[in-house]
């Protein structure tokens, strides 16, 4: 037997209601446990019960389109695509409860999703936009990942990888982090500013936050995705030459 929120639950993607940005807003204007709970089921109607529909949409399209290895799960819960509106506060200065935006992964490998090589979208006060890659390298990646940057066929690779996202369109390259080549790499090889990420991944230029209540951000999450796939791609080999050394 179906729970009402099931039976409310579209299984085709038109887009999210104009009130899941209106909730989005007020949310920015009221980041309190008390005022979420007040509204709860307000993000469970307009955003949650649209997420599903979004995260096969879109991982349909990446599947077919760029990898069949992609992966996309529709649970709601954090498990899936779909990232929990709760943050985090352990370690942060900033201790307001809730995300302000909504957020949606869809990875490719074994690892713990956010440390395999993956597709983002998000949208909140911010606008909306996409990134690629990884955000920050397990330890065991960060190691070939160095050896990677500086062998003769991952190397240049990698750099064609930047070059075909970067004609793609205003797409922007991060994850320099380290200020020093690390210990045992040239500190004048050619790609040595490589050598001092701590991350590799690439974001979209922002968009109207307004498209997202349209099925066509679909298409313009797709088309993101594809233009930034070939860094994605590359970081999906760097598995296999992690496995190979």
């Known amino acids: 037997m179906q729970s009402e929120g099931e039976q409310l639950m579209p299984t085709q993607f038109d887009g999210f209601p104009p009130e899941a940005l209106e909730f989005l807003y007020e949310l920015t204007q009221n980041n309190n446990k008390a ?40 649970r709601t819960n954090g498990a899936g695509s779909m990232m929990r509106i709760y943050r985090d506060t352990r370690f942060s200065k900033d201790k307001t409860p809730y995300k302000t935006n909504v957020a949606f992964l869809f990875w490719e490998g074994a690892r713990k999703k956010m440390e395999n090589p993956s597709f983002g979208f998000q949208f909140g006060d911010f606008g909306a ?15 070939a990942y160095r050896d990677a940057v500086v062998d003769d066929k991952m190397g240049p690779a990698l750099e064609d990888a930047i070059v ?33 990420h701590n991350g590799l991944h ?44």
Not at 49 to 70: H, Q
Not at 130 to 138: D, E, Q, S, V
Not at 173 to 180: A, D, N, P, V
């Open 35 to 74: 005022w979420f709970d007040a509204n709860k089921e307000r993000y469970k109607r307009t955003i949650v019960a649209y997420a599903p529909a979004f995260a096969a949409a879109l991982g349909e399209r990446l599947k077919s389109g760029v990898s069949p290895d992609i992966v996309y799960d529709v």
């Open 129 to 143: 936009g996409l990134y690629a890659g990884i955000f920050r390298f397990p330890k065991e990646t960060l190691a």
């Open 202 to 245: 690439a974001y979209s230029p922002k968009f109207d936050i307004q498209l997202v209540t349209t099925p066509e951000i679909i298409d313009i999450c797709y088309e993101h995705c594809r233009n930034m796939a070939p860094l994605q791609q590359w970081l999906v080999r760097l598995e296999r030459f992690a496995k190979s050394r």
């Open 164 to 196: 075909a996202v970067k004609r793609a369109g205003d797409y922007e390259i991060e994850g320099l982090h380290y200020k020093r080549t690390p210990r045992g790499y040239d500190a004048d090889h050619p790609r040595a500013e490589l050598l001092r």
